[in-house]
């Protein structure tokens, strides 16, 4: 079982949460612009890598805040974890 760090309530079993998928997926600045190729890439296309991997998990049976997570995919590991509105954390050798 994953345990999680809520920024807000603090350490939680990973039951209480719902993940979201990638994190920091930027979304077009002009949709009507780009082509369904393009369109259909940012809706469907993810990372699926072994090792580390930047997640949006929520805290439905909590707060319900929405939070970033950057976790190892092969060792369940949470490395960090950091509200939507701080910057990215770069760890050394992450590759992600």
Known sequence: ?????CPWC???SEEEFSCGGQSH???PANPAAVSD??????LYQRDNPKGLHYERWRHS???RQWF???RDTVSHEVKTVYRMTDPKPELEGNGA
Do not use: H
Not at 1 to 5: F, G, K, L
Not at 37 to 42: K, P, Q, T
């Open 10 to 12: 603090g350490l939680r």
């Open 25 to 27: 997926i930027a979304r």
């Open 61 to 63: 049976y909590g707060c």
């Open 37 to 42: 190729r393009e369109w259909a890439e940012y």
């Open 68 to 70: 970033n997570v950057l």
């Open 1 to 5: 079982m994953i345990r999680i760090e």
